[in-house]
């Protein structure tokens, strides 16, 4: 039988490909698709788990993430076209505008 | 008239406010200050002719501030909060005239707050309070010499700001510790010295609250060896700043000691006296000899300011009758000659944009009545009769010898010190040859400025018994007490 | 009865005179010149006024035999310290005040007619009158302290008058030299008074209260106490090891020599002693450490003064050297005949500076004898004047100086310290030895220059003339006991003189053996130079005598040198390299740490992603453990 602990299972190992895509990946885009996927895997957890228990609530914080989810989607959409234009790149490592100069002067 | 130690505090800081929100032009500014200023003198010429000569805190005022945790704001004037307040009011309005050709607004506005916090911090008797004002009088005089200061200005104004605050902080820990060992011990906050006094702690604990406190003092006088921000920063800052680090805030330095660390810690302040009038000694002489061969006159008398207060560090350590009174009429004398000798090197520089002793030289050719006005006041530090000076060191000199004989002699050699630099000074600058093409003549408002502390140095000098017999009774303070504890 | 507040006036009519010509001359700066006229009418009549009081009050002393006592004002009135502006006239204070203020007024008057040229008229007056208040103060003191005010004083006015001209660098050096070793002695005064407060003071602090309590003193504490008072003498009159500035002073103008450097301000020493006599007759050892140092300094200064050439730096080293008998005297009881000393001594000392000046002048400001020689027919009455003062000094009656040097003399044998004895008649052959080196080089031998006179005052004239009187007569107020007289001098002063008793015999040898060491040493003198002004070799001793024995230089490399070295040394090592250097590694120490670790704010949000994956799965491994 499917049980809990496979939507378990199957919602870490989803959570963790989010999390290495995450840091690994360069491309903004394909992190920001990590960041879905990793708010994904918690609505499967949590939608499995409001089964599990018979008890609605988690069922009521997943829809509630997806809205989010979706919220932060266009926002993050938004910023990327605006990145873009601006710097006419999608490499992350390309932003590093808060990063500490380095001087040898006094203070 | 009970709140009158309030109106020195505050009037000048609130003035500072206004002044600052309100779009006024400089000359207001400098008007008002100047006004605000005159009007604090005249105060304190009032407070001064009621005090009344008892060794008991006069005109209190005490009302609680933030209860939860018993701080209050608590302030009181005894003997020696008294030399502070009239040498801070008499010293301000004078340094204003002869300052009254600059045009920065911002200049006045700072003097004006350290104005207030000096009264605050020599007023407290609350240690929140005291930490408060004493916060309060550093902060402007880092923007004063960030901003008005001359060369390497930027790196001494962080330098002494950072210098001092480290110690202050680890003062406030110690203060904390203490309202937490009161509260611990008598079951409510408190913060008035008053009360901590009551507190007793094991022989550890005592020595690292009694470092603390030192520590932080020991910045701000400058004892040795934590005096090394002291040339640089005279050579940076610009001369108002200076009067007021010199003339004031050093002696600040010596009152909290007096006020806070011999009130809280009594037997160690008395155990451990050998070791600091040995370091006062030793600094007298070390501060005196390093002054000889400076070539910049900032510099030099930087020096020679921390020679002179290492020595009143060695009277108050000395604990006697004498050496106390010495202390505290050196306070006010030196108060007075290094006020007036600042002054009359921020004239100096006013003429020829330099206080480097190769460019000077000759000044008598062009202007006698300037060269007679510095000869007198540099006399006035190396203690010639008939000057404050000479009763200050005759007093701390006996105190000395009272202590222990070979420290009298030590001691006497402060006769020897300061003159081996001041007439070495005078002989370069005043006399020499003629190295300048002009150097105008004093003008009236520079005159107005000094003539006053001229007269009072001479006053202390030739009638001593009158300015001390409101002093003597706070000065017995703690000579009786000693004495009474060791035996 | 007279009031005895004309003490006081005494002190502040010169006192206001200074300060009136001060201000006048400030005022001047900003407006225009007044005439020297307002300047002579303060600087000369404040000394008159003192003078005339000063003879008032003593005239009444005199003839009632009482003391005045002043008290101006409460100085210092702390518990068991109590120090009252007051002042006194008792004997001594008025043998003092006499020929102090006489002195003083004739030399003001010489210093009109000297200084009456000079741009600085008005800044003189002012100091010499304050110095002359200054004086007063510390001849008229009732208590150390004010004496030590007026001790500081005349320190202070001798430095601004000896740096007068003070274009040259020379001058300004001099006068520092002065206030120092002046300095270094009220460094050893203060101590001493420190000490004598603490042992007795709250009994009182004038001179009667101390005398009165001065046996409560543990001896070697009184010793202490009276060794260091005379630290502060060896200061100011110019004895070994502290004398070098004396020579140096003569830059100043003559006038300052004379008065301050001859007659007044270095006789203070002497005079201190004297006054502290219920001190030094106690501590015998003090007194004869005191007898030799005089003995030394008046040998020293008489061999260096026999190759000086500057003509005043030999009366410098002359008035070291008298100085020196001063102190041989009191320092072995004779305090009345110190005091006898000083004061023929300031007659004929001041005569001979004076003297000395007047031939500057003429000479257009030239000061070395050897330029100088056969004016005894261009300047007569200056060559007589001198010639009456040399006789003086030189110990040969019936002049004032025989009856003071030979009543030292005949104690110092008495008291039987022969080797003092010895030093002392020695010196007494050089002292006439060299002054007549200079009298006959000067006024005698050949000159090698023609000078071209200028013309002198009558006002010089008439002051040389009156101190040449006292120089003639002033022994006779204390005729010996020898010559048919009483010491009436002696007596008066009333100090607790140690008499010997000296055998009719012996008395007349010793005078023998005085006068014929003085005309010995005249003989040389007459001998060597009448003929040629060229000082005839002394073998080994030529080059140290001629450089004053090197003692300057030795001072200098001993002292001075290491002291500027050790400045350097605390400000450039200690200071900035040590102290400083060690809060700068705290400093920069704070910067390198950021160095090193602000690598990981590098901006990148997948590293930023990173670190807070690896913290939360901390966290909840943390949270999972426990």
Redesign the interface.
């Known amino acids: 039988m499917i049980d809990v602990g496979h939507f378990f299972i199957l919602g870490i190992l989803l959570f963790s490909i989010g ?1 290495v895509g ?3 990946r ?1 491309n903004i885009f394909v ?1 920001y698709m990590s960041v879905e996927l990793m708010l994904n895997a918690i609505n499967l957890i949590l939608v499995a788990l409001s089964h599990h228990y018979e008890d609605l609530n988690a069922q009521v914080m997943a829809i509630m993430i997806i809205a989010i989810a979706a919220a932060e989607a266009s926002i993050f959409l938004a910023l990327f076209v605006m990145l873009f234009k601006n710097a006419r790149s999608l490499d ?2 390309f ?6 100069e ?1 001087h040898h002067d006094e ?1 | 008239m009970e709140n009158i130690l309030s109106l020195l505090i505050f009037i000048p800081i609130f003035s500072a406010i206004l002044l600052f929100l309100l779009p006024l032009n400089v000359k207001i500014t400098r008007y008002t200050s100047f006004i605000v200023t005159l009007f604090t003198t005249a105060l304190s010429l009032w407070m001064y002719t009621h005090f009344e000569a008892n060794s008991h805190m006069q005109f209190v005022e005490e009302y609680a501030w933030i209860k939860a945790y018993g701080i209050s704001y608590h302030i009181g004037i005894d003997g020696i909060s008294l030399i502070i307040i009239m040498m801070t009011n008499l010293i301000m309005p004078l340094l204003y005239l002869s300052f009254w050709h600059l045009d920065r607004k911002g200049y006045w506005l700072n003097l004006l707050i350290v104005h207030g916090g000096l009264s605050g911090a020599a007023l407290s008797l609350d240690l929140i309070l005291f930490y408060l004002f004493w916060e309060t009088m550093l902060l402007p005089v880092f923007f004063l010499i960030g901003l008005f200061g001359r060369e390497n200005k930027d790196f001494m104004s962080m ?1 002494f700001t ?2 001092t605050i480290f110690g202050s902080l680890l003062m406030l820990l110690a203060i904390l510790y203490l309202g937490h060992e009161h509260h611990l011990q008598f079951s409510h906050w408190s913060f008035s010295i008053t009360d901590l006094h009551a507190l007793r702690f094991d022989v550890q604990t005592t020595f690292l609250l009694f470092a603390a406190f030192i520590f932080a003092f020991s910045i701000k006088i400058p004892l040795f ?1 934590f ?2 921000w002291l ?1 640089q920063t005279y050579k940076a800052a610009p001369i108002g700043a200076i009067v007021i680090m010199s003339a004031l805030m050093a002696k600040l330095g010596v009152y909290a000691i007096w006020r806070f660390v011999f009130t809280l810690f009594e037997e160690l302040s008395f155990e451990s006296s050998y070791f600091f009038v040995l370091l006062g000694l030793f600094g007298m002489i ?1 501060f005196g ?6 070539r910049e006159l900032k510099k030099l008398f930087a020096y020679s300011s921390a020679s002179h207060l290492s020595f009143i560090v060695m009277g108050i350590f000395s604990f006697n ?2 050496a106390h ?1 010495g202390a505290f009429y050196m306070i006010a004398s030196h108060a007075l000659s290094s006020a007036a000798l600042f002054m009359m090197l921020g004239m100096i520089y006013k003429r020829t944009q330099s206080l480097h002793i190769h460019t000077l030289g000759g000044i ?1 050719h062009h202007a ?2 300037f060269s ?1 006005f510095f000869a007198f006041f540099s ?1 006035s530090i190396v203690g ?3 000057t404050g000076g ?2 200050s060191e ?1 007093l701390l ?2 105190g000395a ?2 202590y222990n ?1 070979v420290f ?2 030590i001691s ?2 402060t ?2 010190i300061a ?2 630099f001041v ?2 000074l005078m ?1 370069k600058i005043l ?3 003629k190295r300048l093409e002009r150097f105008s ?1 004093l003008r009236l408002y520079e005159l107005l400025s000094i003539v006053p502390l001229a007269l009072l140095i001479l006053a202390m000098g030739i ?3 009158y300015f ?1 017999d409101k002093i ?1 009774p706070t000065a017995k303070l703690y000579t009786q007490e000693e004495t009474s504890n060791a035996q | 009865m007279m009031s005895s507040s004309l003490l006081g006036w005494i002190i502040a009519s010169v006192f206001f005179s200074s300060v009136f010509i001060m201000l006048i001359n ?1 005022y001047s ?2 407006n225009d010149d007044i005439p020297q006229r307002v300047y002579t009418l303060l600087g000369l009549g404040g000394p008159f006024v003192s003078l005339f009081l000063s003879f008032l009050l003593i005239y009444e002393h005199l003839y009632k035999g009482i003391n005045f006592y002043y008290k101006a ?7 068991g ?1 109590r120090v009252d502006a007051s002042l006194i006239l008792d004997p001594l204070a008025a043998a003092m005040l006499s020929f102090v203020s006489l002195v003083g007024f004739i030399i003001h008057l010489y210093a009109h007619a000297y200084m009456k040229e000079d741009p600085s008229y008005a800044r003189f007056f002012a100091w010499f009158n304050l110095f002359m208040a200054s004086m007063f103060l510390l001849i008229l003191s009732d208590n150390p ?1 004010m004496l ?2 007026g001790w ?2 005349v320190g ?1 006015c001798s430095y601004l008058l000896i ?1 007068f001209y ?2 040259s ?1 020379e001058n ?2 001099a006068g ?1 030299k002065a ?2 070793l002046n ?2 002695g ?2 050893g005064f ?2 001493g008074l ?2 004598l ?2 042992q007795v003071g709250n009994a009182g602090l004038d001179f009667a209260s101390l005398e009165a309590n001065i046996h409560l003193i543990p001896h070697s504490t009184l010793n202490l106490i009276a060794f260091l008072l005379f630290v502060g003498a060896m200061g100011k009159s110019a004895q070994i090891p502290l004398y070098v500035w004396l020579p140096d002073a003569m830059a100043g103008p003559t006038p300052v020599s004379a008065l301050i450097h001859a007659a007044t301000m270095v006789t203070a020493g002497v005079y201190m002693v004297a006054r502290f006599n219920f001190i030094y007759a106690i501590t015998e050892e003090v007194g004869l450490l005191i007898a030799y140092i005089g003995a030394l300094s008046a040998l020293l200064g008489a061999l260096i003064a026999m190759r000086q050439d500057d003509i005043k730096k030999i009366l410098a080293y002359s008035t070291m050297s008298q100085l020196g008998y001063m102190f041989m005297a009191v320092g072995l009881g004779a305090y009345s005949y110190g005091i006898f000393h000083v004061f023929t001594h300031a007659f004929f000392k001041a005569l001979l500076f004076m003297g000395a000046g007047a031939i500057i002048l003429a000479l257009h400001h030239e000061q070395n004898i050897k330029n100088m020689g056969a004016l005894k027919e261009k300047m007569p009455f200056v060559f007589v004047m001198m010639l009456i003062a040399t006789l003086s000094i030189s110990g040969l009656p019936p002049f004032s100086g025989f009856f003071s040097k030979d009543a030292i003399l005949n104690h110092l044998f008495a008291s039987g310290n022969y080797l003092i004895f010895a030093m002392a008649l020695f010196t007494a052959g050089l002292t006439s030895y060299y002054m007549f080196r200079l009298l006959v080089i000067v006024f005698i031998s050949p000159s090698s220059k023609d000078h071209q006179l200028l013309p002198q005052a009558k006002l010089i004239q008439f002051t040389l003339l009156v101190l040449s009187i006292g120089a003639l007569f002033a022994g006779f107020i204390n005729l010996p006991v020898f010559f048919g007289g009483d010491e009436e001098y002696s007596l008066w002063i009333n100090l607790p003189d140690i008499r010997f008793h000296l055998s009719h015999s012996n008395e007349l040898l010793l005078l023998i053996s005085n006068v014929a060491v003085s005309l010995a040493g005249i003989y040389f003198a007459l001998s060597h130079y009448m003929s040629s002004s060229k000082d005839p070799s002394l073998g080994v001793l030529d080059k140290p005598i001629e450089h004053k024995f090197y003692i300057d230089e030795i001072y200098y490399a001993i002292f001075v040198k290491p ?2 070295w ?3 040394f ?2 450039r090592v200690i ?2 390299k040590i ?2 250097a060690f ?1 700068h590694t705290v ?1 920069s120490g704070y ?1 390198r740490f950021s ?1 090193y670790t ?2 990981v ?6 590293y930023y ?2 670190y807070m ?1 690896v913290a939360i799965v901390c966290i909840f491994v943390y949270l999972g453990v426990s």
């Open positions: 999390i995450m840091i690994s360069r992190m992350a490592n932003f590093t505008l808060l990063k500490q380095k203070l | 330098k950072l210098y060896p005096h090394t040339p070390y000899v390093a002054a000889i061969k400076q009758y004498y009174l008598v006698p009545v007679a006399l010639i009769p008939l000479f009763v005759l000199i006996i010898f009272k004989i009298g002699f006497a050699t006769l020897l003159i081996l007439f070495k002989q006399y020499g040859e003549e009638f001593p018994s001390l003597k | 400030l700066k900003y004002f409460i100085w210092l009135d702390l518990e310290f302290f030590f005010t500081e004083g202070l740096s003070f274009q660098e300004i050096e520092n206030f120092i300095r270094i009220d460094f203060i101590s420190a000490l407060f603490l002291l500027a050790l400045s350097v605390i400000v200071d900035e102290i400083d809060i400093s910067q160095y602000d690598s704010q590098n901006g990148n949000v997948r992603a990173l994956s």
